[in-house]
């Protein structure tokens, strides 16, 4: 499976400021993905990355708020803008190796993070 | 779109007991179903998956079943270990059949 490398592992920032989280695969990938787990809770999809293209965001995600880059088959980034501390949260990038529907889903380690 | 309802939310069982982790999904198009141990700071591991076109997997003292019909597949964990103790999601594909759609977790506890 692939090996994914998260940056940060985690951060503290102060409310109204940006954090920009990088996500990087050892291999190409179809499919990359960014996730949210707040405290104690379940993982919620934020969008799907597309490589060239503008990320597809699930309900309740805005690109204003989480701008999404993915540049080529093994890199993407996540922004949480202006932040308030209710994106608390571990941020988590996932990717799929086997193509649509196909499975082989990995997790990186996360990014926790903390906004005071 | 997809939902995936997962039960209990705890579950504490004495080590050598099974552990048994229900999900229930609402798309009856889904056609693949994972489940993933993360354990406190790390991000989710995939431990065990099963595709539609089968109704159970195992892997040494891990199972999971699956009914289509009823659409809910359960995750099986026999001679369980203090090791075990962690939060086990399961997950379904979106409609879109793209991501992966999680349920709430179920924390684990296994004494010993």
């Known amino acids: 499976s692939a090996v994914i490398s998260q940056k940060p592992s985690r951060d503290i920032c102060q409310r109204g400021t940006s954090l920009t989280i990088q996500c990087q695969v050892d291999s190409q990938v179809t499919m990359m993905f960014w996730y949210r787990q707040q405290p104690g809770q379940s993982l919620t999809l934020i969008a799907t990355?597309?490589?060239?293209?503008?990320?597809?965001?699930e309900s309740g995600f805005v690109i204003d708020k989480f701008p999404i880059s993915r540049p080529n088959l093994t890199f993407s980034t996540l922004t949480v803008s202006n932040m308030s501390p209710e994106d608390s949260s571990i941020y988590l990038c996932?990717?799929?190796?086997?193509?649509?529907?196909?499975?082989?889903?990995?997790f990186g380690s996360g990014t926790r993070l903390t906004v005071v | 779109g997809e939902n995936v309802e997962q039960h209990p939310s705890t579950l504490s069982v004495q080590e050598g007991d099974s552990a048994v982790i229900k999900c229930t999904y609402s798309d009856s198009a889904s056609n693949y179903f994972p489940w993933y141990k993360q354990e406190l700071g790390k991000g989710p591991q995939l431990i065990i998956d099963i595709r539609s076109n089968v109704g159970e997997k195992k892997d040494q003292r891990i199972a999971v079943t699956l009914n289509k019909t009823a659409k809910h597949f359960s995750l099986h964990i026999t001679e369980t270990q203090p090791e075990d103790s962690a939060v086990y999601f399961c997950?379904?594909?979106?409609?879109?059949?793209?991501?992966?759609?999680f349920g709430k977790g179920t924390t684990l506890s296994v004494s010993s």
């Open positions: 990355a597309n490589q060239g293209s503008e990320a597809t965001y």
């Open positions: 997950a379904a594909l979106n409609q879109a059949g793209t991501a992966l759609i």
């Open positions: 996932s990717v799929s190796t086997l193509g649509r529907g196909t499975g082989g889903y990995t």
